[in-house]
Structures are given as structure tokens and as C-alpha cells.
């Protein structure tokens, strides 16, 4: 049999299905993990291959980051398997057509197989990484699947093993891991495979695809009613007359609950003066004072707890749809998950930027625990994501918060999305923007919600 990937011809044969490894990157968070198990089912029903499900690998809750991992996947299949194919919760996966696509590469050399993204325009969440020509570097989309060879993953696990990781903070975790992999031209670039899409699965482009996903967030039941968020928006004097206005002009009428917290009580908009000076960086001490008055009788008794930044753009209906998967009864932090020192033994947080969401049990255990600033000006979510590995309890990721703004993402990697939020108003117009990306709201019929329900 002749098979052919990027005009190299090889004599290959169809893996055996023993020869794949998948790893659905996973979180521990209840929602999640059903989730993830019913994605390792769907592969189950379809053959017997080996399904690992990513949070339940290690005590390491850095495994999320995929390099600390490498070691364990090199010594566990290294021997004995071909490929390791890694998946998110929402990728469906054709079997027999991912076995062909697979069979047309040489398995004993290098390879890292992807869906390519690329920057249009260099960006901050990849350091102004290929600042001359950005489109040049190529990611993967996580969310088509991605592989790598075994010889790959077994080389790759020695570096790791020998060399300590060099970036201390994980933001883009699909940008980092191709640059490691790539190791300034040392390694393998990514190579594209067309059967792997981020389609929908009923999509007419769909038909020659191995991976497929589902544009539309998951349905766990009703929206989470308004009454159930309080909404508290961290600001200053100084942006007063320039961001505020754009929250009133976009957000801020479908949130229920809302106070603007500030340096300065402005009884024009109104804002609160928490007695905390405001800080040019950092904003842990008026967070934690947010914190402390969401636990106060001086607000409504809610559920769920959302702290944005002045300049984060946010549709509050598409929050409600995706907190109606998640229990508020448990400790429950979501928003956009970064890492730092992951791989000595760090932490993840949620990025402030994006929107911190806190279901009002993470807020007891957080201030029971004694957590607190080191200092007013600490980094407020860097401050709560150590708060939050000491007590134990999981940071949990959505790809639909943004810390960055729209054009700061790869074009492809949005298409798929119904995103929730964006953040700063540098050199954009906010307000075009919300009207773009985040006001026409997907809203579900009854009927949708009652077919598509997905039970918590």
C-alpha cells in the first residue's frame, strides 16, 4: 500500500487499533468528567482502543499543560504503541476514518498532525512571537484533535525529562506546545491533515472528515436564572467617563445585580469606594474585598459570582447558558484557565481579564481558608489560583472567555465558537465589537433544550 502526506510517499500499513492511544483532555470538574466519559464511550462502542481520560492520569494538576505529561506517555506505550492522539471533550471522532488517515503516515518517524491555525497579525498572547511574518508559525486546533508519533513523544519526553521547561506562565497552551515541538527548527513542524475539522457533524463539508465538533455550547437545562448572578466590575476614577459608558451602551442591562466597585464613590453611575486605594497593577485587595461583601448581607443572596475588569466585554445570557452545566453547590471556579511553573509544581488561576466566575461555595472555602493578599497591588487571579491548589480545588477552563481581544486569535479558531467574553479596548472600537461577536445571543428553543439536554 502507498500512502502519501505532504508529497513524502511511504510504504505503510493501517494501524492496529492497539498501536493508537487517545487522550481526552479532561477536567475534574463533575460537569466535565461526564462529559469526557461520555466522548471515551462514544470511541468504546465504536472499537476497543486504549481512551485515557487526561485529569485522572496523575496527582500533577499540571498535566493540563500536556509537556509534564510526556514522560509518563513515552514509559506507559512507547514500546507497544504508534500514535498518541489527544481530543477535547467536544471532538467527535470518526474511528475507521481516523485509522486511514493515520495508516497514510510512517509511523517510525516524527510527526506532529494537526488542523493548522496561524496568526494573522502577531499578538500578545504569543509574545509577539514571528512579529515579522505570524502567519508563517502553524498551532493546532485542539479542538479538531491533534497526534504525535510515538518516536516524537518518546524523544520529546527525554528533552523534558533533562531540560527544565523554560516559559514559567502557560497562556495558549496550543501556541507553547507546537513551539516546543518545533524547538527553533530542531523539530518537526505541524503538518496539516484535511479530515481533521472543526465542522459540525452534519455539516455538507463534513463528509471527509475523521473529527468533527459541535458549534453550539452544550444544554444542561434552563438558562441560570439572573436573579442567580451578582456581577461586580472592578474600576478606577480615571476610567469613569472613558470605559464605563461602554458597559452601560453594551452589557450591563442584562445583568440583574450589578455594582461597580472604584477608588472613588460617583454617585452618577454609581460607584462604590471599597476603601482600597487603587492600584496601576495587581488588584488583589479589592477583589478580596468584592469577595467578602458577595458573602455580606449589603448584597443579594446569588448563586454565582462574576468579577470582570472595566474593559471586558461580556454576553451575560450566553453565561447563563453555560452555568446551567455546572452544580453551584460545588466549588466551582471557571473562566479562561492559565498556568504558571506548571511543571515545578505550579498553579493554575483564571485570568481576571476574561471574567472570574465563582459559584458562591468556592467564596466560602476561599475566605474560610484564611486566603489573602500579599500585598494590595498582588496579582488578584494569580492570588486566587494559589489560593485555590492549596485547598485542592480545580480551576476549570472554557475556550470561551477571552483574555485578549477578538483579533488577537487565529480566525479558525473563533469560527467554531459562540464566544462569551473579550477583553480591552486597545486600538478597536468596544462597542462594534459586542455588536459583532457577543450580541446576537444563541438562545434555545424548549424543544432544543429538551433534545439536545445533556443531564448534569
Not at 206 to 222: D, F, M, N, R
Not at 280 to 309: M, N, Y
Amino acid at each position: 500500500q502507498i500512502c502519501e502526506l505532504s508529497h513524502i510517499f511511504v510504504l505503510c500499513v493501517p494501524p492496529d487499533l492497539r498501536e493508537i492511544v487517545f487522550v481526552i483532555q479532561s477536567q475534574s470538574n463533575t460537569f466535565h468528567v461526564r462529559q469526557a466519559e461520555r466522548r471515551r464511550e462514544d470511541l468504546l462502542k465504536q472499537k476497543q482502543p486504549v481512551v485515557l481520560l487526561l485529569h485522572s492520569l496523575s496527582e500533577n494538576e499540571g498535566d493540563w499543560s500536556i509537556l509534564p505529561l510526556l514522560p509518563y506517555l513515552s514509559h506507559s506505550f512507547g514500546k507497544n504503541s504508534s500514535w498518541i492522539v489527544f481530543l477535547e471533550e467536544e471532538t467527535n471522532v470518526k474511528l475507521i476514518a481516523l485509522i486511514k488517515v493515520l495508516a497514510k503516515v510512517d509511523k517510525n518517524k516524527e510527526w506532529f498532525l494537526g488542523k493548522p491555525l496561524f496568526d494573522e497579525e502577531s499578538t500578545i498572547i504569543h509574545h509577539y512571537a514571528f512579529a515579522e511574518n505570524p502567519s508563517i508559525f502553524k498551532y493546532p486546533d485542539f479542538a479538531a484533535s491533534w497526534a504525535l508519533s510515538i518516536p516524537l513523544v518518546v524523544r520529546l519526553a527525554k528533552k523534558v525529562k533533562e531540560e527544565p521547561l523554560k516559559s514559567d506562565f502557560t497562556i495558549d497552551l496550543k501556541h507553547e506546545v507546537a513551539l516546543y515541538i518545533w524547538d527553533n527548527g530542531k523539530g518537526p513542524h505541524l503538518t496539516a491533515v484535511p479530515e481533521l475539522c472543526t465542522v459540525p457533524e452534519d455539516s455538507p463539508q463534513a463528509s471527509h472528515c475523521a473529527t468533527t465538533v459541535s458549534k453550539k455550547p452544550p444544554l444542561c437545562g434552563e438558562p441560570v436564572n439572573k436573579e442567580d448572578i451578582f456581577v461586580a466590575v472592578k474600576t478606577c476614577k480615571k476610567f469613569h467617563s472613558e470605559r464605563v459608558p461602554v458597559i452601560k451602551k453594551t452589557w450591563e442591562k442584562d445583568a440583574l445585580f450589578l455594582e461597580y466597585y472604584s477608588d472613588h464613590a460617583d454617585p452618577s453611575i454609581p460607584t462604590i469606594n471599597l476603601g482600597v486605594p487603587n492600584t496601576e497593577r495587581g488588584h488583589c485587595g479589592k477583589t478580596f474585598a468584592i469577595l467578602q461583601r458577595f458573602l455580606s448581607s449589603a448584597v443579594p443572596d446569588t448563586k454565582w459570582l462574576l468579577i470582570v475588569d472595566d474593559d471586558t466585554l461580556i454576553s451575560i445570557p450566553r453565561l447563563q447558558v453555560l452555568l446551567s452545566c455546572y452544580d453551584s453547590s460545588e466549588p466551582v471556579s471557571l473562566g479562561e484557565r492559565y498556568g504558571y511553573g506548571l511543571s515545578q509544581g505550579g498553579y493554575s488561576y483564571i485570568t481576571g481579564g476574561g471574567g472570574m466566575v465563582f459559584s458562591r461555595e468556592a467564596v466560602v472555602r476561599l475566605l474560610k481558608s484564611g486566603c489573602k493578599c500579599y500585598s494590595n497591588d498582588a496579582p488578584d487571579d494569580m492570588v486566587l489560583g494559589m489560593c485555590l491548589n492549596a485547598l485542592g480545588l480545580p480551576v476549570t477552563h472554557s475556550p470561551l472567555f477571552h483574555q485578549a481581544r477578538p483579533e488577537d486569535y487565529a480566525r479558525d479558531f473563533l469560527a467554531h465558537q459562540v464566544p462569551i467574553s473579550f477583553h480591552k479596548h486597545w486600538n478597536i472600537d468596544p462597542i462594534a465589537v459586542f455588536n459583532k461577536w457577543l450580541k446576537n445571543d444563541f438562545t434555545a428553543s424548549q424543544d432544543e433544550l429538551k433534545s439536545g439536554k445533556t443531564e448534569l
